[in-house]
């Protein structure tokens, strides 16, 4: 996706986005892929981790690889400007892409990860709106 906004404006970046209350990895992963790009996917596999920490932020950025779905790229209009399928090597050696991500893409390309696994803890002894393991 292209961003309308930040450091990355008119850049060619991952879809991205921040985790809501009450929600796990997986459903903004979801919302996210899905409100920027009308695309609907499936997370597969954690395949990078990045932490950032300034003065005034901690952030943490999963990186995932997903299942296309079903649907056409087309930009929200709000925080993107433009959505579409684009091959990795293109993504990999333009300038219109963002630093992290024409550094990430190459790496990725071959990334097993890890996968979400089916435990899940006993609900009598833990209270989790969500859980998930990946390994």
Do not use: C, H, Q
Not at 28 to 40: F, N, P
Not at 69 to 94: K, Q, Y
Not at 112 to 128: E, I, K, T
């Amino acid at each position: 996706v292209r961003k309308t906004y930040g450091p990355w404006k008119g850049l060619w970046t991952i879809p991205s986005g921040y985790v809501e209350p009450r929600e796990s990895v997986v459903e903004t992963l979801r919302r996210e892929v899905r409100e920027e790009t009308g695309v609907i996917g499936e997370p597969t596999a954690v395949l990078a981790v990045r932490n950032r920490v300034t003065e005034n932020v901690n952030d943490t950025f999963l990186v995932f690889s997903m299942t296309y779905e079903s649907g056409e790229p087309r930009p929200d209009d709000v925080e993107v400007s433009e959505a579409a399928f684009v091959p990795l090597e293109e993504v990999r050696s333009s300038e219109d892409s963002a630093s992290f991500t024409r550094l990430i893409v190459p790496k990725l390309a071959n990334a097993r990860g890890l996968r979400l696994d089916a435990y899940a803890p006993p609900r009598d002894r833990m209270d989790s709106l969500a859980y998930l393991l990946y390994l």
